[in-house]
């Protein structure tokens, strides 16, 4: 009996928290909260420095597989949002899973807590910020060729062997035997179950599939685990041309529409069956388009018309030097600032009402509480040895943490020693005011 009074007690947590976040996180009708990614501070602040404008967030991957490779580093940035990607695709192969079912499999492997103590300190990261809202994307372009194949076989040749029997295997997806529709959608449950029951409450759950209305359909985690549906916008979903690294240019859609017609269908399904907020989770110009300033602003403007159209309330956009980072076309260099011409454009467009931007609140601060006392730290910016803790009992317990969440140190009073600490950022969490101070060891 104990037990399925504490199963039922967590489904209500579960439940109550989803349903406080859906509230917190959703702006609303007509608003649409923007976000800069992706993974390098400086890429962050030169948007800042070249457009003046601060976004409410920036964007985020997290290798679940190898952190150290891609990991959350937003603690330092000005932000009221973070939106992180959960790789789960990424790096299979590295992670030791090889087949047609890689993917397949390292989900298995999840679902036995293989993966935990990334998860976890993921989790802890996100929780030692609760002033800050994260976005967290449980995989990104999910898919069935990837995370539902649970057979060696190749995806194509199981499509194609059905369709020669005149049956389309992405329409019934349910009802063919080599595709396991369920193990994702318990990822996803687990993981955020899982972030849940570790105190990162400030978490949204988003569903990132293919922009494709049967792997979204198929692989869709149920209403009770999905706070958002987000997915990518580069040229392709929008009806421009894209360009490879020969120099060949391929189209999906006539440019005389505005967005690809799968596009439409999913959004069409997102409206009528789920009805849950929908943001751009990646968008970014890509070749030919981007090196040409006409045709990056008529990406930009076909975005903007699809943020209005479908009501778009998250939008995050990598605003990168990606041939600088060795990634092949068509990514190129589509970062804003770096042409008048498109940065007065987008500076036009975003600065209009609709869109959300940096409040300019401070990006850690205590919850409201009846003292007249806030926890503070001298020159938090600048620390060589010590801490000088202010507004706390002098025996006050602290925990410090790096800023992927990794326990460093325990103590208690208001001197605390940082001398073992290597340079960088940090956060000071007080466990008995549920605040959590960031500060700079130099």
């Known amino acids: ?165 005149g049956i389309n295997a992405l329409a019934q997806a349910d009802q063919i035997p080599e595709f396991d529709l369920k193990t994702y959608t318990d990822v996803f449950a687990y993981i955020k179950r899982l972030f849940i029951t570790n105190g990162a409450t400030n978490c949204a759950f988003v569903y990132h599939p293919v922009g494709n209305f049967h792997d979204a359909k198929f692989l869709y985690p149920e209403d009770i685990n999905t706070d958002w549906v987000g997915l990518s916008i580069f040229n392709s979903e929008v009806c421009l041309p894209i360009m490879n690294s020969y120099g060949e240019i391929s189209q999906r859609c006539p440019s005389t529409q505005k967005m690809d017609t799968c596009l439409h269908a999913y959004f069409n399904w997102a409206a009528d069956s789920i009805q849950k907020p929908v943001m751009i989770a990646q968008a970014t110009v890509q ?60 500076i036009n467009e975003i600065t209009k009402s609709r ?38 009992a002098h025996n006050t317990k602290s925990i410090i943490y790096s800023v992927n969440g990794t326990k460093l140190q325990q103590t208690k009073g208001n001197r605390i020693d940082i001398s073992t600490l290597s340079s960088g950022v940090y956060f000071l969490h007080l466990p008995q005011s549920s605040t959590a101070l960031r500060f700079i060891k130099q």
């Open 1 to 165: 009996m104990k037990k399925y009074t504490f199963l039922f007690s967590l489904l209500c947590l579960i439940f109550f928290i989803h349903t406080i976040n859906a509230e917190k996180f959703d702006p609303g009708p007509g608003k649409t909260i923007v976000m800069i990614g992706q993974q390098g501070q400086s890429e962050y602040q030169d948007y800042i420095d070249g457009v003046g404008i601060t976004p409410a967030g920036s964007g985020f991957y997290y290798d679940l597989f190898f952190p150290k490779n891609k990991e959350y580093k937003g603690a330092c940035y000005p932000h009221d949002y973070a939106n992180v990607a959960i790789c789960i695709k990424d790096n299979v192969v590295t992670a030791g899973y090889t087949g047609e079912n890689a993917v397949w499999k390292a989900c298995k492997d999840i679902l036995t807590g293989k993966w935990d103590k990334n998860l976890l300190n993921l989790a802890e990261s996100f929780k030692i910020q609760p002033r800050m809202r994260f976005f967290v994307q449980i995989g990104q372009h999910v898919n069935l060729a990837l995370f539902a194949n649970k057979t060696d076989e190749p995806f194509k040749t199981i499509v194609e062997r059905y369709a020669q029997q």
């Open 287 to 346: 070749e030919p388009a981007a090196g040409i300033s006409n045709d990056f602003i008529n990406y930009l403007d076909r975005v903007f018309h699809l943020i209005e159209s479908v009501d778009i309330r998250c939008f995050t956009y990598i605003n990168s030097n990606w041939t600088a980072q060795h990634w092949p076309f068509p990514f190129s260099d589509s970062r804003i600032q770096m042409d008048d011409k498109v940065k007065n454009h987008w």
């Open 355 to 392: 869109y959300i931007h940096y409040n300019q609140t401070p990006l850690i601060t205590s919850p409201s509480r009846s003292t007249t006392k806030t926890p503070h730290l001298s020159n938090p910016l600048s620390v060589s040895s010590h801490l000088h803790l202010s507004g706390v």
